[in-house]
């Protein structure tokens, strides 16, 4: 009987281990504020960084808590929700720009993101940023609330 008291115990300390242990990749859905389309004249001064590849700015319009904007490649701007994919609806849940400007970071969870497609890259987000729709004419920059992820 001993033998199988000592079994069942150790058997119940390795399950709540490996369960412990496992992603919890459940967490408050996303929320979604529809916006009407934006039209951004990236001459304007204060978008001016965007004109070259690399360049970034961020925007309080649209978007649950703003946009970031990312320009990839001479025919690409990039548009992320600034809402922070884990606990999102936490009040400090809000993605910026790192000092760096190498990487998108929510310094309330610790989480980072990437420029390429807003994917986790640390800390325990383990959604992407949600990516909103843009299109480039000439100078102009259009986002609308269509999401591409």
């Known amino acids: 009987m001993r033998a199988f008291i000592h079994k069942a115990l150790n058997l119940t300390a390795l399950l709540t281990i490996v369960f412990a242990c496992d992603s919890d ?4 859905a996303i929320p979604l504020a529809p916006f009407d389309p934006i039209q ?8 001016v960084s965007l004109m070259s590849t690399g360049g970034y700015t961020a925007i309080n319009s649209g978007g649950t808590r703003g946009i970031i904007l990312y320009r990839k490649d001479i025919s690409t701007v990039l548009a992320f ?11 400090c ?15 309330c969870c610790n989480s980072t993101f990437r420029w390429e497609d807003g994917n986790p890259t640390g800390g325990p987000a383990w959604r992407p940023l949600v990516q909103y729709s843009t299109s480039l004419n000439g100078n102009v920059l259009t986002i609308t609330d269509q999401i591409l992820n």
């Open 93 to 107: 849940a809000t993605v910026e720009v790192h000092s760096s400007g190498l990487y998108m970071n929510d310094a």
């Open 81 to 91: 929700e600034r809402n922070c994919s884990y606990q999102p609806l936490n009040a």
């Open 40 to 47: 951004i004249n990236l001459t304007l001064p204060t978008y």
């Open 25 to 28: 990749l459940s967490d408050d």
